[in-house]
């Protein structure tokens, strides 16, 4: 039997020759337009800080505030002693802000993913989820001990014909509201209809739509205009639009309730410092009151997508912040996105199993913090590397 790790390292050499090796970039600088990377200074277009809220002073000063009032860390869990006034308060205001009578705060979106999912169904019931969903709703389907079966891409067909052909005791399907590596929108409305009509539930991950989508910032739910018994569970995550960290569930009493009782990702690890929660209240006002900040990022998609067509880039159907040129050569596209790099360009190279295989391509994300002159900037350089 091989050593662990002369076992390790044959994967690993395995990967790097299917140029699918990922490598860590140490970045010198707080998350801008620009980042400082080995001494250079490249424009940042591969960050989820979709507002440019990550570096907003009055942020920074709400978390030094709060670090003054309550220090480092929380200390305990929320169940003993690390919920704090900080994340109570945050709570009520996520709640008011989605609309909903409760909201729960995780101290990442994967473990909001992983507890809800595992608090609600369990063995003999259903578990439904888009192909393209993200890897932690994934990952919390197989955890359970569900009947776990992924439909097509945005397919009502599809789920149509998994509920109809299910007697499970509960049914949970499972969506992003907006896909991570696609851009595009989950088709709520129809979806809510369907699991309606089979007595199923609805979870929307909705962590690259809260803040970015809606008239206020409220997200997927609020630009389609579903209700509470539409769409029952809500999940956003705060390291995104909203420039901090964690993440958070929005519902009714009794599911935060249950949550709180039975997830185990919330009950088993410790709070999320106060300080945090003390910036994401300042960062929730900022993100309801400056409507600018979304004009400005919708206007700036689209002069990249008119910009990109004329240049004759492959995009897909997004009309978010999220922009993939499709270069569909998972080696390329590692190539192309080193040619933009040395272009004063960063952007991220997405390859399998990320994405299937021969579907690479540059994710490209764009933020209210940008000016009209990078994204031409970036239309240039990807015009001069051949993408």
Same mark, same amino acid.
């Given at each position: 039997?091989?050593?662990?790790?002369?076992?390790?390292?044959?994967?690993?050499?395995?990967?790097?020759?299917?140029?699918?090796?990922?490598?860590?970039?140490?970045?010198?600088?707080?998350?801008?337009?620009?980042?400082?990377?080995?001494?250079?200074?490249?424009?940042?277009?591969?960050?989820?800080?979709?507002?440019?809220?990550?570096?907003?002073?009055?942020?920074?000063?709400?978390?030094?505030?709060?670090?003054?009032?309550?220090?480092?860390?929380?200390?305990?869990?929320?169940?003993?002693?690390?919920?704090?006034?900080?994340?109570?308060?945050?709570?009520?205001?996520?709640?008011?802000?989605?609309?909903?009578?409760?909201?729960?705060?995780?101290?990442?979106?994967?473990?909001?993913?992983?507890?809800?999912?595992?608090?609600?169904?369990?063995?003999?019931?259903?578990?439904?989820?888009?192909?393209?969903?993200?890897?932690?709703?994934?990952?919390?389907?197989?955890?359970?001990?569900?009947?776990?079966?992924?439909?097509?891409?945005?397919?009502?067909?599809?789920?149509?014909?998994?509920?109809?052909?299910?007697?499970?005791?509960?049914?949970?399907?499972?969506?992003?509201?907006?896909?991570?590596?696609?851009?595009?929108?989950?088709?709520?409305?129809?979806?809510?209809?369907?699991?309606?009509?089979?007595?199923?539930?609805?979870?929307?991950?909705?962590?690259?739509?809260?803040?970015?989508? +809606?008239?206020?910032?409220?997200? @997927?739910?609020?630009?389609?205009?579903? %209700?509470?018994? #539409? !769409?029952?569970? &809500?999940?956003?995550?705060?390291?995104?639009?909203?420039?901090?960290?964690?993440?958070?569930?929005?519902?009714?009493?009794?599911?935060?309730?249950?949550?709180?009782?039975?997830?185990?990702?919330?009950?088993?690890?410790?709070?999320?410092?106060?300080?945090?929660?003390?910036?994401?209240?300042?960062?929730?006002?900022?993100?309801?009151?400056?409507?600018?900040?979304?004009?400005?990022?919708?206007?700036?998609?689209?002069?990249?997508?008119?910009?990109?067509?004329?240049?004759?880039?492959?995009?897909?159907?997004?009309?978010?912040?999220?922009?993939?040129?499709?270069?569909?050569?998972?080696?390329?596209?590692?190539?192309?996105?080193?040619?933009?790099?040395?272009?004063?360009?960063?952007?991220?190279?997405?390859?399998?199993?990320?994405?299937?295989? +021969?579907?690479?391509?540059?994710? @490209?994300?764009?933020?209210?913090?940008? %000016?009209?002159? #990078? !994204?031409?900037? &970036?239309?240039?350089?990807?015009?001069?590397?051949?993408?």
């Amino acid at each position: 039997m091989k050593s662990l790790d002369a076992t390790l390292q044959a994967a690993l050499d395995e990967r790097r020759q299917q140029h699918l090796y990922r490598q860590r970039v140490n970045v010198a600088s707080g998350c801008g337009p620009a980042l400082g990377v080995n001494g250079q200074s490249l424009l940042n277009f591969c960050s989820n800080d979709y507002l440019g809220l990550a570096g907003h002073p009055d942020i920074a000063a709400a978390l030094k505030a709060g670090v003054d009032a309550y220090g480092t860390g929380s200390g305990a869990s929320h169940l003993i002693s690390g919920h704090s006034v900080a994340h109570q308060r945050l709570e009520e205001q996520l709640a008011e802000f989605t609309g909903r009578p409760r909201a729960l705060l995780f101290s990442t979106g994967y473990m909001a993913n992983l507890g809800v999912i595992n608090a609600l169904v369990g063995r003999h019931d259903l578990v439904l989820q888009d192909q393209l969903n993200h890897a932690s709703l994934l990952d919390g389907g197989r955890l359970t001990r569900a009947d776990f079966r992924r439909y097509k891409h945005s397919s009502l067909s599809h789920l149509q014909w998994l509920l109809e052909r299910s007697s499970a005791r509960r049914k949970l399907v499972v969506t992003d509201g907006v896909f991570s590596m696609d851009g595009d929108l989950a088709p709520l409305v129809k979806i809510s209809a369907l699991a309606s009509e089979h007595n199923a539930w609805l979870m929307v991950d909705d962590a690259h739509g809260v803040g970015v989508l +809606g008239a206020t910032g409220g997200g @997927i739910v609020e630009q389609q205009n579903l %209700s509470l018994p #539409q !769409v029952p569970i &809500l999940m956003g995550t705060l390291g995104k639009s909203f420039g901090t960290f964690g993440a958070f569930v929005a519902g009714s009493e009794a599911l935060i309730e249950t949550l709180i009782q039975f997830a185990r990702s919330y009950i088993y690890t410790t709070a999320l410092p106060p300080s945090i929660a003390c910036a994401t209240s300042a960062s929730l006002k900022i993100v309801a009151q400056e409507h600018w900040r979304r004009d400005h990022l919708c206007a700036l998609i689209a002069r990249f997508r008119e910009g990109a067509q004329h240049i004759g880039l492959h995009l897909m159907a997004s009309t978010t912040p999220i922009q993939p040129v499709l270069i569909n050569d998972d080696q390329r596209v590692n190539e192309i996105s080193q040619l933009l790099r040395a272009k004063g360009i960063m952007v991220g190279a997405i390859r399998p199993p990320t994405v299937p295989e +021969g579907s690479g391509r540059l994710r @490209i994300c764009l933020s209210a913090a940008h %000016s009209e002159q #990078q !994204v031409d900037q &970036l239309l240039e350089a990807l015009e001069s590397v051949g993408a």
